[in-house]
């Protein structure tokens, strides 16, 4: 960055000689993924410019993915995406998917709870008025990736304690006798709104994936509803196909 205060001259604005000699840090491998970059203050007074134009160029270079911020700790070199690969034929939860692939999982809560269900969680769980829904929704992440969004909706009479699932759903509707069987998956291409987009540390309008799934117990009773975004830049879903007939 010092070497910013000599080229001050070169005629474009500072800010943007200062994204571009971020952008040549990160694409030489000087800064890699994961690293923090130094803090406003510290890039300020090394190339003696403004606070004010620090900010502008780490803001320029979130919105474009290189940096991601997170809150109380910093500004960071992305993380290098490396896509999965995820079979559509198998009926697998993602910490299952997860623990696989050797990652390390976790999850962040954004909401548990029980509710008066809606239209389309009445219809599709077979719910009345007077029952209660059990709401789950996480931001799911894998080696410190946030990978999805998931909401899932189930009868309360299924999981009358939401907050009581533990790390995995799959898991805690296994050990009541509960775990889908069978389910309908649908996808859809979705741009990333503001919010998800940055619960997904991805810059907003990205290109995500609603994924719908409904899954069934081999009696038929759906047990589960859930509506997720994925990062439409992670993920691959695979299905093997067969000529048959
Ligand atoms: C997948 C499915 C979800 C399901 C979840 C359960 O991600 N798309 O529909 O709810 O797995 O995962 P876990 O058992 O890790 O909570």
């Given at each position: 960055f010092a070497t910013l205060k000599h080229q001050a001259?070169?005629?474009?604005p500072l800010y943007l000689q200062l994204r571009k000699s971020i952008e040549d840090a990160v694409n030489r491998g000087l800064i890699g993924p994961g690293d923090a970059l130094p803090s406003e203050r510290d890039i300020a007074t090394k190339a003696d410019i403004s606070r004010v134009t620090v900010r502008k160029a780490v803001q320029d270079l979130v919105k474009g993915g290189i940096l991601v911020q997170r809150h109380g700790s910093g500004t960071f070199v992305a993380p290098r995406m490396e896509r999965v690969e995820q079979s559509l034929s198998r009926l697998t939860s993602f910490t299952e998917d997860m623990a696989r692939r050797g990652m390390a999982v976790r999850s962040a809560w954004l909401d548990r709870g029980l509710y008066a269900p809606s239209p389309d969680e009445m219809m599709v769980l077979g719910l009345s008025s007077s029952e209660l829904v059990a709401r789950v929704a996480r931001l799911r992440i894998a080696n410190d990736t946030p990978l999805a969004i998931e909401r899932a909706s189930l009868s309360a009479s299924v999981l009358?304690?939401?907050?009581?699932?533990?790390?995995?759903l799959y898991a805690a509707l296994e050990l009541t006798g509960n775990r889908p069987v069978r389910a309908v998956q649908r996808i859809s291409a979705a741009n990333l709104g503001d919010s998800d987009a940055r619960l997904l540390e991805v810059p907003p309008g990205i290109a995500g994936l609603h994924i719908e799934r409904i899954s069934y117990l081999a009696s038929g009773k759906v047990i589960e509803f859930t509506r997720s975004i994925y990062r439409g830049d992670a993920y691959d879903f695979v299905a093997e196909l067969r000529l048959t007939g």
């Open positions: 001259q070169s005629g474009a009358p304690d939401p907050a009581d699932i533990g790390s995995s």
